[in-house]
């Protein structure tokens, strides 16, 4: 896709003040502010691969039809990719530093047992906010954000990413039930279910209700009638599971894709400089009942067969997912709600399909880091673009604000994107900031100690700096990568050492060093 880019304009005189380019509309009878609804889509494990982001084989005609009706953020990036810590940042509005969330058992109401997340602010000025499915990380709803009580659907798990319907996948989720009872283990949640994962992959001839993606689409789309006669506006969040792992969906989304012909990575192998624990996150993939055999990084790709097969199951969990967005967007439609909903869409971080022989999240590279992120809807002026903007999930709470005449709080460590809304092609950012705490969990565990990756993203360059990690702080210097994604946009060659880089890394490092508030969009 091709992309152009024009000089700043005076058109915005301050990202950080009430007022925007596009400020909330006129209700016609009366004069008065009419506020947006607003439509939260978080989707897990979603990377930026599917029909609006240029991909011809992945089918998601519904997330199309929403980027048709808005602007799709081509480099946005998480603040760090796995889903605890990129979930916490973005709905508090701060990085991971700041709120000293860098893993998955981390709890922000912990370390900032005050802050004020993005749902709870929209409650604090007048919206009537209600969360379902996954917003904060699986065990976290944070209750203090809503208005109501985020409910759990009767019949499935606290944690409902692991459920089964088939004969061979029930059979091993009960042997593994008696093996832990006969240890005397339980893995009991809150709500009774027993949760214990079988294979990576279920082919299930069923409705799409029979999982839980399908059933809380049917449960928002009556939430969504509640509201529409709700004096207040809203804030409803609906978030998606697949496509994290297992990958089930019925049967009808995995008939949409040949197998054979799915496209595997084409980079393999592990960047050329760099030690191969950098690569890493398949532990995830590697737990499942069928999926033991998953190589390292540092070994020989894995048989070209399951490859496909865990790419096929991948895709029809996105199709099955994007079904139930439509569904949710038609209900919009029907109820005539959506000329005043805005509606964002984001994925928690991106994830490896065998790309540097990886898999799954869990690294500081772009395949890890990059996200989608769609504004669309309500107050979005320049639907149907594409914006080619240097952006981060800490920009989405202020240009929520923003776009619902909030006052943006001070303290947010995100811009707000509302111009880009209008003008995709202003000048934006200089830089994307991203990190990764090694060794905390998973595989890393073996290495010898704790290590802290601290990324960032320019126009040309994807720059990162290694520390020791003590007592979570910032210790020794380790290493550094450094990528050109001019002449290597998968990322294969570190060029650190390259003596012609040597001017550059000096800058970078500066910039770096300077950190995102010097990246901030000029005036």
Not at 127 to 153: C, M, R
Not at 180 to 192: F, H, N, Q
Not at 207 to 212: E, L, M, R
Not at 279 to 287: M, N, P, S
Request: proline fraction near 6%.
């Amino acid at each position: 896709m091709k992309r152009t880019r024009v000089h700043w304009n005076l058109l915005v005189a301050s990202l950080v003040l009430l007022s925007s380019c596009a400020s909330p509309s006129k209700d016609q009878g009366n004069g008065k502010t009419k506020q947006p609804n607003i439509l939260f889509i978080p989707v897990d494990d979603l990377r930026p691969e599917f029909g609006a982001y240029g991909s011809d084989y992945v089918i998601t005609p519904n997330m199309d039809r929403l980027a048709d009706q808005g602007v799709t953020f081509t480099r946005t990036y998480c603040q760090e990719a796995v889903c605890n810590p990129s979930r916490a940042s973005l709905l508090t509005g701060l990085r991971p530093d700041s709120i000293k969330v860098w893993d998955l058992q981390t709890e922000f109401r912990k370390t900032m047992p005050n802050v004020v997340t993005l749902p709870q602010y929209f409650k604090q000025n007048g919206y009537h906010t209600v969360g379902l499915g996954k917003a904060f990380h699986n065990n976290d709803p944070d209750t203090i954000s809503w208005s109501e009580v985020p409910q759990h659907l009767a019949g499935f798990p606290f944690d409902p990413d692991a459920v089964y319907l088939n004969d061979e996948n029930l059979k091993i989720q009960k042997e593994k039930i008696e093996a832990l009872k006969a240890a005397g283990k339980s893995r009991i949640d809150p709500c009774g279910h027993w949760y214990v994962k079988a294979n990576a992959t279920e082919i299930a001839d069923a409705d799409d209700d029979a999982y839980y993606d399908g059933a809380q689409t049917t449960e928002a789309i009556e939430i969504l009638k509640r509201l529409k006669s709700e004096e207040k506006p809203f804030f409803l969040s609906v978030g998606y599971y697949r496509p994290h792992l297992p990958f089930n969906a019925p049967k009808k989304y995995w008939d949409m894709y040949n197998r054979d012909s799915i496209p595997l990575a084409e980079n393999q192998f592990v960047p050329e400089g760099v030690p191969g624990y950098l690569i890493h996150g398949e532990a995830e993939l590697r737990g499942y009942s069928d999926t033991h055999d998953l190589p390292l990084p540092s070994e020989e790709p894995w048989d070209e067969d399951r490859q496909r097969e865990i790419k096929h199951g991948y895709y029809a969990s996105v199709t099955y997912t994007d079904a139930q967005i439509g569904r949710l967007l038609k209900a919009l439609d029907e109820l005539g709600l959506a000329e005043n909903t805005l509606v964002v869409l984001w994925g928690d971080h991106g994830w490896k399909l065998g790309e540097h022989n990886g898999w799954c999240k869990q690294t500081t590279y772009e395949i890890d880091t990059h996200v989608p992120m769609i504004f669309s809807g309500a107050g979005v002026k320049a639907k149907g673009k594409e914006t080619n903007a240097l952006t981060e999930f800490v920009d989405i709470y202020p240009t929520l604000c923003d776009m619902a005449g909030i006052k943006i709080p001070d303290y947010l460590q995100g811009t707000s994107v509302a111009p880009l809304l209008e003008n995709p092609d202003l000048e934006w950012k200089s830089a994307a900031f991203s990190q990764f705490l090694l060794g905390r969990y998973g595989r890393t565990k073996t290495i010898p100690f704790e290590q802290m990756g601290y990324a960032m993203r320019t126009d040309q360059f994807r720059y990162v700096e290694w520390y020791k990690w003590v007592d979570d702080k910032k210790g020794e210097y380790l290493r550094t990568e450094l990528y050109d994604h001019e002449i290597d946009p998968q990322e294969n060659k570190n060029r650190a050492e390259d003596p012609k880089y040597k001017k550059t890394i000096e800058e970078l490092a500066k910039q770096l060093k300077a950190g995102w508030r010097n990246a901030k969009p000029k005036n």
